[in-house]
């Protein structure tokens, strides 16, 4: 089973199977394929690549749409981790986030966030961890002392709501 379709069966709640039957029936409804299937994941199609950014705005739609008419729909708090090394300092965004966006747990352990245990990582390393979402981001100390950090995610969060509203408050602080 691609691991594309384990990590959207972890972050849907079902099993891998259930994802790639989906799949399969959305193509098949379709008339094309999306994914060519290799032995160590998927890849795009053309048809894929084509499909996949009206299907990501409609996506985002629905979900402005949600929020809208139900505010008070909340699901629960992104868990961050956050490096020791940063964790200790005097950060304005990490404030932010803590007020109101997250909830920041001091670790800088790749596995926490493959293990679901945080949800996204903010780490000083600059070593792009292999299969997750990177964004880079200079973390701004009180002082106005830049600090390059990154953000890393798992792909199924990228772009999602609470990933875009993580990054702004992380960028604009």
Do not use: W
């Amino acid at each position: 089973m691609p691991s594309e379709f384990q990590a959207a069966a972890a972050e849907l709640g079902v099993t891998p199977g259930a994802v790639s039957q989906q799949v399969k029936s959305l193509e098949a409804s379709l008339g094309v394929r999306l994914f060519r299937r290799l032995p160590r994941g998927l890849l795009l199609t053309a048809e894929g690549e084509d499909y996949l950014p009206s299907i990501s705005k409609a996506f985002h739609v629905i979900s402005v749409a949600t929020k809208g008419v139900a505010p008070a729909l909340k699901g629960r708090k992104l868990r961050l981790g956050v490096s020791p090394r940063i964790s200790g300092r005097n950060y304005p965004a990490l404030e932010n986030l803590r007020r109101c966006h997250a909830r920041l747990v001091a670790t800088d352990d790749l596995n926490q966030l493959i293990d679901g245990k945080v949800d996204a990582l903010l780490r000083t390393s600059l070593q792009s961890p292999p299969g997750q979402h990177v964004d880079r981001i200079e973390l701004r100390a009180s002082t106005g002392a830049p600090l390059p950090t990154m953000l890393v995610t798992l792909p199924g969060l990228a772009g999602c709501i609470e990933h875009r509203t993580l990054l702004e408050v992380l960028r604009s602080g």
